[in-house]
T-cell receptor, first 115, second 114 residues
Framework: AQSVTQPDIHITVSEGASLELRCNYSYGATPYLFWYVQSPGQGLQLLLK??????LVQGIKGFEAEFKRSQSSFNLRKPSVHWSDAAEYFCAVGELKAAGNKLTFGGGTRVLVKP | DSGVTQTPKHLITATGQRVTLRCSPR?????VYWYQQSLDQGLQFLIQ???????AKGNILERFSAQQFPDLHSELNLSSLELGDSALYFC?????????????FGPGTRLTVT
């Protein structure tokens, strides 16, 4: 069965500093990987996705993520954090089958931004 | 705005009751997914419908059921509610069986069972 681990429950970062959120997955085949962000009281917004090809993918809001098959990782990065990036971030792996493509989510990482 | 709508936004009800959550997918999307987000279980997949047919099932309780109608909107029915059913319920949609793998989420329905 597929699974996703986000080792960091909370991360505090200063505004303007860089951010890296870790994500490790377990999946038997080629994974479809996603990062979503959830602001307080809001739904989930898709930041970026990896299906195949270039292992460095660019997303919205200045985020990028790198797929490393050898490490089963899909870490999210942002060079310079803004106060509006304070939110909870979820990594997910998609199971694509003829019968459906459910997402399995990690536990999330809550990001706090210090002024 | 993802284009996925969910109603109601909030729902407060008592144990033993039954409620219905409604979801309208993005225009053109054929698949609808339901997820539950709770503090102890995190985000969990419940069920998927594609063009009116059930396609995948996750950790959905027998007290819960869903359906997708010809106009592609979906309803999640929760019955014999328990305190532990209090959670945020999300609906998501995607473009088709294999044409689009990313899922777009609605704002959620927050269910409180008292």
């Amino acid at each position: 069965a597929q699974s996703v681990t986000q080792p960091d429950i909370h991360i505090t970062v200063s505004e303007g500093a860089s951010l890296e959120l870790r994500c490790n997955y377990s999946y038997g085949a080629t994974p479809y990987l996603f990062w979503y962000v959830q602001s307080p009281g809001q739904g989930l917004q898709l930041l970026l996705k990896y299906f195949s090809g270039d292992t460095l993918v660019q997303g919205i809001k200045g985020f990028e993520a790198e797929f490393k098959r050898s490490q089963s990782s899909f870490n999210l990065r942002k060079p310079s954090v803004h106060w509006s990036d304070a939110a909870e971030y979820f990594c997910a792996v998609g199971e694509l089958k003829a019968a459906g493509n459910k997402l399995t989510f990690g536990g999330g990482t809550r990001v706090l931004v210090k002024p | 705005d993802s284009g996925v709508t969910q109603t109601p936004k909030h729902l407060i009800t008592a144990t033993g009751q039954r409620v219905t959550l409604r979801c309208s997918p993005r225009s053109g999307d054929l698949s609808v997914y339901w997820y539950q987000q709770s503090l102890d279980q995190g985000l969990q997949f419940l069920i998927q419908y594609y063009n009116g047919e059930e396609r995948a099932k996750g950790n959905i309780l027998e007290r819960f059921s869903a359906q997708q109608f010809p106009d592609l909107h979906s309803e999640l029915n929760l019955s014999s509610l328990e305190l532990g059913d209090s959670a945020l319920y999300f609906c998501a949609s995607s473009g088709g069986q294999s044409s689009s793998y990313e899922q777009y989420f609605g704002p959620g329905t927050r269910l409180t069972v008292t």
